[in-house]
């Protein structure tokens, strides 16, 4: 890096830092978050406390009654059955149960259809709706005793058995031996990488942008270009709006996990973002996502540069954007086709064409061996474009200053770039 | 005037497509001298402005500056003040020239020291701390012109130097102009103001097309399109003298008279006839030397200087 270029790139850091639209964005937006995680419980407190008191009564009957149900069959499938659950108590009719509900002797009553061998149908009643109290299992307890009697007591045993899960976190147990990742960690290194790219690239290319388009507004960019070479210029603002970007994501994620544990319950939280950290790369891989992590950042931000260049508003800008940002995320509509035939023809193209290249490649690396010269070749198209559109943003952004913000004409460019 | 040279342009071409810009353009511009670069809109100044600086490379010719071809070295020792000119508006005056004077080699120390000297000078001072927004167009102008000499450059290049600006500042650039003229700097000056360029520069080059069209002292210039005659106020047949040709009266009176003279009579010849004549009188007596207006408008728009004077 030339001592201008790094000049540069310092007083663009420290102008952006101060930029109010930075600083809300980056520390207001989770500040806010957290403000709100701490204010919505206590307003959620005071609408909780109107709602409780209006069914305190209907919760003093359930305590008064314990969870006493009773149950009406009208399908007649039920006929001799006694129900082994002692909570639960049969009536020959509707209007004996709602007699024992209106008379507080139960909490509520399942009504079994006519039609239950068809439709499955049963109906509850009680007396106010609570959805802590809808529960179907007592009912198909009675209704498994009712189809399984007269069956050998084990083997009705093992009917009515609720199977035994054991579960186990595959993320925290590593990389399979002798290759790629697993299924479940390799989709979460490619989302994770997917989403801090494109988080990424969408925070400083929207600096970028703004500072760019500045330059036209102001004026300013003949004075500095009789300074320092576009390409300079160009390159200390893309690396300090990249590091802002990177900045603003680390304070968003630091917001995240500083309010799910504000929060509170959020174990389950917490325990997904440890095990996304716990992910355990084979220890080649990791320096290989850093390159295309850097890489990607560094063209995106060059392209958006040369969009920068072009534009004449902050309006326009985005517009143009879509051209680069839809293909660099194409590899994610084939995730499919990279988890059965990695080293597929087009697995293998997008992983080598620089736009799709991060994506593609990620995927790939993430699920099978890739060729070493696969990886070379991929890298270097990928640096070689990131020259190539670093060179030409400098150009694009030294002719709108010549051009003092006409546009460009297609005609014109040959000669344009060749200054 | 030192004959040091400053810039050496020689035999420089540069084509947009079709279209000739600059066409075999020669001049230089020596240290201790103001260099006007004058022409119409779109005569190719700014593109050779833009060559000189190395913006814009020329299609052909060669171009020395401060001794040789442009190096980031020699980017440092010159200043640069653009037409199309402006500032970072949300940051502050005294941080935006700390900047631009270290993009320019100076230590941050230097060039706060440096700015602050400037802004005093300009009268600035207490403007120091506010934001560029805050300042009026001229203030910002007064800014810009600080920026452009704050790290001492031996070259000094502007565009419309007094573009902006009220008589008071427009006195106050122009002095700092010719004292960093009196200190052995070279200023090239790009302008439409006529009347400054007759007041200040030494040299001139006209341009247009991207063609040379006048290149010397203005003195010589202005010589060089001066007419056989002489220009009178007063009371007299201008007709009985014996030199003069044709007498040609000026269409509202306020002039005077222009006396063309007959081939090979000196305008002295005729000032000491009129002198020793008892019916003519005058009030006024001097040669028809044209402006630099009107030479401007002469080349540029095909006049002819003798309606110009005879109109006027």
Not at chain 1, 43 to 67: C, K, M, N, P
Not at chain 1, 324 to 349: E, K, S, W
Not at chain 2, 51 to 67: A, Q
Request: with cysteine; glycine share 8%.
């Amino acid at each position: 890096m030339s001592r201008l270029t790094l000049q540069i790139f310092l007083y663009e850091l420290w102008r952006g830092l101060r930029r109010r639209g930075y600083l809300f964005s980056a520390f207001g937006i989770p500040l806010l978050v957290l403000l709100g995680l701490l204010i919505a419980p206590r307003l959620a407190g005071v609408a909780a406390q109107d709602a409780a008191e209006s069914i305190s009564r209907a919760q003093e009957r359930a305590a008064q009654f314990g969870d006493a149900l009773g149950y009406v069959d009208l399908s007649g499938l039920l006929e001799g059955i006694a129900p082994s659950n002692p909570r639960l108590t049969p009536y020959p009719d509707e209007q004996s149960a709602r007699a024992a509900l209106n008379a507080g002797e139960i909490a509520g009553y399942y009504r079994i259809e006519p039609d239950y061998l068809e439709t499955g149908a049963v109906t509850t009643v009680m007396p106010m709706l609570r959805l802590d109290s809808i529960d179907s299992a007592p009912i198909r307890r009675l209704m498994l005793d009712a189809l399984t009697q007269g069956l050998d007591s084990d083997l009705a045993a093992h009917l009515t058995r609720t199977p035994s899960y054991t579960t186990i976190n595959i993320s925290l147990l590593g990389a399979k031996e002798g290759g790629g990742l697993d299924e479940g960690s390799t989709f979460i290194v490619v989302y994770v990488f997917a989403l801090a790219l494109l988080i990424g690239v969408f925070f400083t290319n929207g600096y970028l942008l703004q500072t760019v388009i500045e330059e036209k507004e102001t004026r300013l960019i003949e004075i500095l270009i009789s300074s320092v070479r576009p390409s300079d210029l160009l390159t200390g603002k893309i690396l300090a709006m990249g590091l802002l970007g990177l900045l603003q994501m680390a304070f968003w994620v630091a917001g995240i996990i500083l309010a799910i544990q504000i929060a509170g319950g959020g174990a389950g939280q917490l325990e997904f973002l440890a095990s996304i950290a716990n992910i355990r790369l084979p220890t080649e891989l990791v320096p290989l996502l850093a390159i295309y992590f850097v890489l990607a950042y560094l063209l995106f931000a060059a392209l958006y540069g040369i969009i920068g260049a072009l534009s004449n508003s902050m309006r326009e800008g985005p517009q143009y954007a879509v051209i680069f940002t839809i293909p660099a995320v194409f590899p994610l509509y084939f995730i499919n086709l990279f988890a059965t035939t990695p080293d597929g023809t087009i697995p293998t193209v997008l992983s080598l064409f620089p736009l799709t290249a991060p994506l593609a490649m990620v995927q790939r690396l993430a699920i099978s061996v890739v060729p070493l010269e696969q990886i070379m070749l991929s890298i270097a198209l990928l640096a070689a474009s990131c020259v190539g559109a670093l060179w030409l943003a400098g150009r694009l952004f030294r002719m709108q200053t010549l051009l003092a913000g006409q546009m460009i004409k297609l005609r014109e460019l040959p000669y344009l770039l060749r200054g | 005037m030192s004959q040091s040279v400053a810039i050496h342009v020689e035999n420089i071409s540069k084509s947009y497509g079709t279209f000739r810009a600059v066409s075999e353009l020669t001049f230089k511009v020596f240290k201790g001298e103001v260099f006007a670069m004058l022409g119409p809109n779109g005569a190719g100044k700014s593109t050779t402005i833009r060559m000189i600086l190395d913006i814009l490379k020329p299609d052909s010719g060669k171009i020395e500056v401060l001794g040789g071809a442009l190096t980031q070295a020699t980017k440092e020792r010159i200043g640069y003040l653009p037409e199309e000119r402006g500032l970072y508006r949300g940051v502050s005056v005294i941080e935006m020239m700390v900047y631009l004077g270290t993009l320019k080699g100076l230590s941050p120390a230097d060039a706060r020291r440096r700015s602050m000297d400037y802004l005093t000078r300009l009268d600035l001072a207490e403007y120091a701390k506010k934001k560029v927004s805050e300042l009026s167009k001229g203030m910002q102008q007064k800014v810009q012109f600080a920026v452009t000499v704050l790290h001492d450059p031996e070259l000094i290049i502007i565009d419309e130097p007094f573009s902006g600006l009220d008589p008071v500042n427009t006195l106050v650039i122009k002095d700092l102009l010719l004292d960093f003229r009196r200190r052995g700097g070279a200023v090239v000056m790009s302008t439409h103001l006529m009347h400054q360029v007759e007041e200040m520069a030494d040299r001139l080059l006209m341009i247009s097309r991207g063609q040379q069209k006048l290149y010397g002292t203005v003195a010589a210039v202005r010589a060089q399109y001066a007419l056989p005659a002489v220009i009178v106020e007063g009371q007299g047949e201008w007709k009985q003298l014996e030199g003069v040709e044709r007498v040609e009266h000026s269409e509202n009176g306020r002039m005077g008279d222009v006396l063309f003279l007959k081939p090979g009579v000196q305008p002295d010849h005729v000032l000491g006839e009129i002198a020793r004549r008892d019916d003519m009188h005058i009030r006024r007596f001097e040669l028809a030397v044209p402006s630099l207006n009107d030479i401007f408008i002469q080349v540029v728009a095909g006049e002819r200087y003798e309606q110009s004077v005879v109109g006027r």
